[in-house]
């Protein structure tokens, strides 16, 4: 795992991910699987209704023809009703209120067939063994389910009976299956819809859109369907979901059935559904955006935050190998001190004891002198590099002092003068002659003060000016530096004394000049503050308590 | 220099406390060198010199030590406090304890003999002891 932070941010990911999209998943699923039942069940109940409906309108149609077939067979006689003339015109007065006889026939007791009038040649048949004209004698109406016959043709009939004193005849009419199976076609709804009846058998009394030619087997099990109006939801050969309405007809021996693909009825609600799906798809990418961003920049700025500490531990760790290397010159520098010190005394001595007169007396008196003057020299030599040694292991520890501020500022300058002069800035030093010596760490003083000249000179930039002032403030000095710079924003004068905080581009500034500054005036028990009004330019000042050494 | 300063240089560098003894008696001070604490002690107490040069680092007992018991028993005598070692903590438990000056070895004859001579003015106004600042070099 080469990212610290990998599994923290799976684990983050996931739960806010669980926390945000559960519910609102929850809610949109749920929200749309309610669509689909209520449309569901609303296309159902309307299915039903259309049913019943038709199935009336059906009933009607046959109630109406069969009455007046029994009117006709009642009001007429035999010899009457026998001559294809009148017969003929009996159709066509029928015919002309649209009630849609094909032709109608009068067939004796016999099965023979006395009279017929309409488009086919079955005047010389005998109808005895016909299953329509059986029952017909049997019940005294009967409407036959379709079936082929002598005209070879399918077709249904009405047929009456008619009893009259001894004899008894069967009046029959064949109804148009244009106009019935259009009227069966009423019920079916839009493209896919589909409207048939179906006898005890299953097979087809009028064509099916979908399911085939009149007389052909339907795809339904009538075992299956119970009695009454029923709806159901199905699937068909083709795979496609369809809901389908039995009611059966009142003269018992068929069944209208319904079929309709919700899809094409639900049309406009299931696009309202799919909004719904497609919204919440669109919030659930928005919300995994949303996370996937935050968790990326939580770790983000973990990573920084560790990135600051193992730069701020690598400070430390510099500033304590400083310190141990301080103290290693230290000691170095003690040891070679005593022993220099007792050379220089030797020397000294013998300096001292061999004045002027005694040299002259020595033949070589001239060559001592001027080697134990060597020597002095040669141990003055060796004692700048020790004291230097201990100059830079006491800078590691605060070593107070008395301390000429305004000396310390001038010095400070003077490192920066070529920086300054190279960008054109004009610098200023307007220092107090009267400011009093302080006990202070000189070696950290100079290191706030370059620090502050050293922004200052950045800030003010090409042809701009800098000026730094001392003077007495109360109990205190105060030494401040002003730039011609565009000054601190308000929002970041909070944060520009906090450990790695810069405004410098990266590679600029560790952001650590600043913090470390704020801390030796702290130890020092002084102060540095931001003393700009937004708009100006910067002005740093430091404080320092005013203790001014005792003179001796 | 109308009046003799009688001088105790205190080192375990036996060849430094005495040469340096030796050159100051040559500038017309009274010196006696003095190889430890404890026989420091004992020369202050039979011979009371005004100031006493006392190094820091000695075994046994050492230069801070010595400067304690000295200040306890002899509050007069100035002491001036030499080391090879420039460590804060020291000069400030020195200067604390009421010696009257801190240097660096090694030092130049001429700046001894200047701050001797300074400690002795001081002993003679019987100032407060420890308030003198530490010198840089």
């Known amino acids: ?552 | 220099m109308h009046r003799t300063i009688k001088v105790l240089t205190v080192d375990d560098d036996r060849e430094f406390a005495a040469a340096l003894a030796e050159r100051l008696e040559l500038r017309g001070l009274w010196a006696r060198p003095a190889y430890g604490g404890w026989e420091a002690l004992r020369i202050v107490e039979d011979w009371s010199p005004e100031v006493v040069v006392l190094d820091v680092d000695m075994p046994l007992l050492d230069g801070i030590a010595t400067l304690g018991h000295l200040k306890r028993l002899h509050p007069g005598v100035e002491v001036i406090l030499l080391t090879g070692r420039a460590s804060v903590s020291a000069a400030m438990e020195g200067l604390a304890l009421g010696a009257f000056e801190f240097l660096i070895k090694p030092t130049p004859i001429e700046e001894l003999i200047r701050c001797i001579e300074e400690a002795c003015r001081r002993g003679g106004e019987d100032g407060e002891p420890g308030s003198a600042p530490v010198q840089g070099e």
């Open chain 1, 1 to 552: 795992m080469n990212h610290p932070y990998a599994n923290l941010s799976r684990r983050m990911t996931v739960v806010a991910l669980l926390v945000a999209l559960l519910p609102l998943n929850g809610l949109g699923l749920s929200l749309y699987y309610y669509f689909n039942y209520a449309n569901t069940e609303t296309l159902k109940e309307e299915l039903r209704i259309r049913a019943l409906n038709r199935a009336s309108a059906i009933e009607l149609f046959l109630a109406e023809r069969t009455a007046l077939l029994e009117v006709l067979a009642h009001s007429a006689r035999l010899t009457q009703l026998s001559n294809e003339a009148a017969l003929s015109r009996l159709l066509s007065i029928m015919n002309r209120r649209s009630w849609s006889f094909v032709d109608l026939g009068i067939i004796d007791a016999n099965g023979d067939h006395r009279a017929y009038v309409g488009p086919y040649l079955l005047k010389q048949q005998n109808y005895r063994d016909a299953p329509w004209f059986q029952q017909a004698m049997l019940k005294g109406v009967y409407i036959s389910d379709v079936f082929l016959g002598y005209r070879q043709v399918p077709h249904f009939v009405i047929a009456v009976k008619h009893d009259n004193g001894g004899e008894s005849w069967v009046l029959r009419a064949t109804i148009d299956s244009d106009v019935f199976n259009r009227l069966v076609r009423t019920a079916q709804v839009g493209q896919t819809g589909d409207a048939y009846i179906v006898d005890k058998q299953g097979r087809l009394q009028t064509p099916s859109r979908l399911g085939g030619k009149v007389m052909d087997k339907a795809d339904l099990d009538l075992r299956a369907v119970p009695p009454g109006i029923t709806v159901k939801e199905r699937v068909n050969a083709a795979g496609d979901k369809v809901i389908r309405a039995c009611a059966p007809l009142e003269h018992g021996n068929w069944l209208l059935v319904i079929d309709q693909n919700p899809k094409e009825i639900l049309g406009p609600l299931n696009l309202a559904r799919n909004v719904e799906l497609g919204v919440l798809g669109l919030a659930s990418l928005f919300i995994i955006a949303a996370v996937l961003i935050m968790v990326r920049l939580f770790i983000r700025r973990l990573e920084a935050n560790d990135a600051e500490r193992a730069a701020l531990d690598a400070q430390l760790a510099h500033s304590a190998r400083l310190v141990s290397l301080g103290r290693m010159a230290a000691g170095v520098a003690h040891e070679i001190n005593n022993p220099l010190a007792a050379i220089s005394e030797l020397a000294g001595e013998a300096q001292d004891i061999l004045d002027a007169e005694q040299l002259a007396k020595l033949e070589e008196g001239e060559v001592v002198g001027e080697n134990l003057g060597r020597i002095q020299n040669q141990v003055e030599r060796a004692r700048n590099v020790t004291h230097r040694m201990l100059k830079f292991a006491r800078r590691m520890e605060p070593h107070l002092e008395s301390t000429d501020v305004n000396e310390l500022i001038r010095e400070t300058y003077s490192f920066v003068e070529k920086d300054a002069l190279f960008n054109n800035v004009r610098v200023e030093l307007m220092l107090d002659p009267a400011l009093p010596l302080v006990q202070s760490d000189r070696a950290q003083l100079q290191q706030v003060a370059l620090n502050l000249i050293n922004n200052a000179l950045d800030a003010a930039g090409q042809g701009g000016w800098v000026r730094v002032t001392s003077g007495v403030e109360g109990n205190e000095l105060a030494v401040r530096v002003c730039d011609s710079g565009p000054g601190v924003p308000r929002d970041l004068a909070e944060r520009i004394f906090d450990p790695f905080f810069t405004t410098k581009a990266p590679g600029q500034g560790t952001g650590l000049g600043l913090s470390i500054s704020h801390a030796i005036m702290q130890r020092l028990g002084g102060s540095l503050e931001l003393e700009s009004k937004p708009g100006m330019g910067a002005v740093f000042v430091i404080r320092l308590p005013n203790r001014a050494p005792e003179a001796p």
